[in-house]
């Protein structure tokens, strides 16, 4: 069990699936664990809207006042709209690149100095789509590609100030989420059953499953590691499609 007695992190998004279950693990590890989102988590909740600029501002602002540092960021915070590029909308566009992108990119921006004092973790949560693309997600895609990009260059610029920035891109999770999508099939319950075969560990994951690794990372014992993306995926990337 890793020991985050001392440490305080942010969590965002953590109101159900992946944040919900990495602020969990961070407290019983031991630390104080701040969410931020538009709904209560259940933690030291900050209300915040991430499409919002201001937001990312207020809410380390807010963790400064009341904790005095910052030792470990999690922007797990992410939302997702379908159609192709002639179907996507400015708006559409815009909105996902503010929350899965912008946000973080923010939250860092802001935090650094907290994070820099702590000799910080910063993780971000991509996605197997910022390395392929499932149909009709270009700005979701675009989005997840640039974070994966965004923790590269935070890892190599602040390296030497003793933070570290990696991410982790989860597959199929059984997220809320995910769960609409299954539900809005056809037929759900044959989509259900397919979706585990994509996998070849024969199933889809948890969002305990992605929670163990993010927190690994954000922990001391991973202490060596920056500027990765960790796919956490069941395998699925690894395995060829067939005719």
Not at 23 to 37: C, D, N, P, W
Not at 44 to 59: S, V, Y
Not at 72 to 79: K, P, R, V
Not at 195 to 218: E, F, K, N, Y
Request: aromatic share 4%; with cysteine.
């Amino acid at each position: 069990m890793m020991d985050l007695a001392g440490k305080t992190a942010l969590v965002t998004g953590a109101s159900s699936g992946m944040g919900a279950a990495t602020a969990r693990l961070l407290a019983k590890a031991g630390a104080r664990v701040f969410t931020a989102q538009r709904s209560a988590a259940g933690f030291e909740d900050i209300t915040a809207d991430l499409a919002d600029p201001d937001a990312p501002a207020r809410i380390i602002s807010h963790i400064a006042d009341t904790a005095g540092q910052l030792d470990i960021l999690i922007n797990n915070a992410g939302m997702m709209r379908e159609g192709n590029v002639e179907e996507t909308s400015p708006a559409d566009w815009h909105a996902q690149i503010a929350v899965n992108l912008t946000a973080p990119f923010l939250l860092i921006r802001h935090a650094m100095p907290m994070l820099r004092a702590a000799k910080g973790a910063i993780v971000n949560v991509g996605s197997i789509e910022g390395l392929g693309n499932n149909p009709r997600h270009p700005a979701y895609g675009a989005s997840k590609a640039g974070l994966h990009g965004l923790t590269r260059a935070v890892a190599v610029d602040h390296g030497p100030d003793g933070v570290r920035c990696n991410a982790v891109a989860p597959g199929w999770i059984d997220t809320p989420l995910n769960e609409d999508f299954i539900d809005s099939m056809p037929d759900p319950a044959t989509f259900r059953a397919q979706i585990g075969g994509i996998h070849p560990l024969r199933r889809t994951g948890t969002p305990d499953d992605v929670a163990q690794l993010i927190c690994w990372l954000a922990s001391p014992a991973a202490g060596f590691v920056t500027g990765q993306v960790w796919t956490i995926d069941g395998g699925r990337m690894a395995q060829l499609s067939l005719p």
